[in-house]
């Protein structure tokens, strides 16, 4: 280990020359405050944050956090969580930024957006707190800037660390609601199987959010707080903010109707997301949902793989069986059935599903359609005669927003209205007029329901390298996974939160293509990555430690790696 006044004169030696000549910085040096390890450094200065690896170690007892901030497994996510956070706002705070070509004088760190997830940017231990971040270091052109790279490691980054890693910098009542906030969700979360609860949404909290592409919450002036109708309230008492009530979401099938722009979708989007714990301030803190919750939909030019998609379709022209379906181009209700199935085959057991982003046909066939065309003609068994199966045979509850058809009173156990953003409880009325008013539809597709049939990968065409041999899993953005040569849209995936958990889902794919034989399911694998993960952390996806990979669920690694056009699979009937 060097001191740290090292930097300086090695770069006071490099200055105005070639970029490359960074490579000499790589090393540990000591600084008072903290480690610093720079383990990985760009060959030039466009070179995106990953392939930069910069570390800074602070001992836990200098840093000065109560020990109960990791005193349990979520507690210690958020107080993770919330370094992260810290880091990242003093970035912007105290480091001027891009200041050069490229990436030349930025600081910075994955950003945390509104859920606390477990990441591998910061990583803590009994002894010590370790970050995960970049260094864009400077230059004109190709030309080192060495003025510009002390200032930053002289000025800017011990500003950062003393300002985001030690107590006494911080407001310790925020890091304690932060913590706090984690643990009571988790809690709630808990709490729903016992109270056969699929969801719970707490008076008072905000759903809508900023924007469509801010997820920020909409500010409190222009939003209607969520209120519970009377009949679906449900109280708790949470271990740090005490008791609590709001609306139960019941097992089974429930629907969310109303008028256009009523607010279905906001509270369909915060059940989704209620998979997640959320950041104080969210709105959704209190908003939890079953972690096998899984919101599908229709998304047409998806690929499939040997999927059995036969409760949903059967007999399509020029396929010989749909208990093994596999397409280049899926059509919306294809492509809708195949998430379903793939989404049940790895235990999703509520189904979260939005008229907005559903194929019409899957949904509904009503009287006078069944009149006109032929079931022989229509390989599609609608949703609505395989919403009450799937409950009562395999205990999948789903919850639809469904404004369009009341084909659904027939086959729901609870009907939520929203009118101007106020959910009421509508079950009563909605089941008196399903009785007044028959539809005349016959039921379609069979008493019974079968589970789609397991499938077992192969990993003949799963290759991580690119055409010019290059190891390439890497992200763009959130609804992109680059893997090899191969970019897979996962852009329908909703509970997808953050590119990082995209990236990981790649890393966590190329490990299992490493374990897959002729004889291990896609239900296997996946759980035994997950069981490895919650083990032995998140790290064990890349053992070069990054700062670029969040946690993900099952369900979105299943999502992604059904998507793949180079997965193979046979399926087990
Ligand atoms: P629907 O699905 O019923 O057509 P949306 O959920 O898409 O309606 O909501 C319509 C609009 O109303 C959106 O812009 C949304 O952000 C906003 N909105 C939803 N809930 C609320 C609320 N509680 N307060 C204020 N605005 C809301
Ligand atoms: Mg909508």
Known sequence: MKPFDTLRSVLQSIDGKDYGAYQSLLGTYRHPAFELRITQIPKDPYAPPHTGMYCVVVNRDQAGFPSDCTSNRIRSIAFRDYLARMFFENCHVHCKGRRGTGNSGVITIAEPLQEILDRTSVVVNDVTIEVRFFIGLPATKRSIRSDIAQTMFFEELPAIIQNSLYAANLDLADLQKHIETAEDAEFLRNQLAEHNLVSFLADGSILPRASGVDPSPLKRDNAICFTSPETMQVSFTLPNHGPITGMGIPTGVTLIVGGGYHGKSTLLDAVSLGVYNHIPGDGREFCVTSPG????????????????????????????????????????????????????????????????????????????????????????????????????????????????SGDYFDVCDTVIQMTNYVPSDVTTEAKEVAQNNPTGRLQEGGHTLKLPSLRIPSAENINPHNEYGGFRINTSDREHLIFGSEKINCSDLEQLVEPEQVKAIGRAIFHISEAMNSSTSIQELLNAILKDISESGLDLLDQRFTGDLSKFRIFELAGVLNRMRSLKCNTLF
Do not use: W
């Open 293 to 404: 919750a899984v919101k599908v939909r229709a998304f047409s030019g998806r690929s499939v793989r040997s999927t059995d998609i036969s409760a949903f379709i059967n007999n399509i022209p020029g396929e010989s069986s749909t208990e093994s379906f596999t397409t280049e181009n899926a059509s919306g209700s294809t492509s809708q059935a195949a998430s379903i199935a793939e989404m049940i085959e790895v235990g999703a057991d509520v189904l979260l599903m939005d008229e907005d982003t559903c194929a019409a046909n899957f949904m509904i066939r009503d009287r006078r359609m069944q009149q006109l065309v032929a079931k022989a003609n229509e390989p599609i068994t609608a949703f609505v005669d395989v919403i009450r199966l799937l409950y009562t045979d395999h205990n999948i509850s789903t919850v639809l927003v469904m404004g369009g």
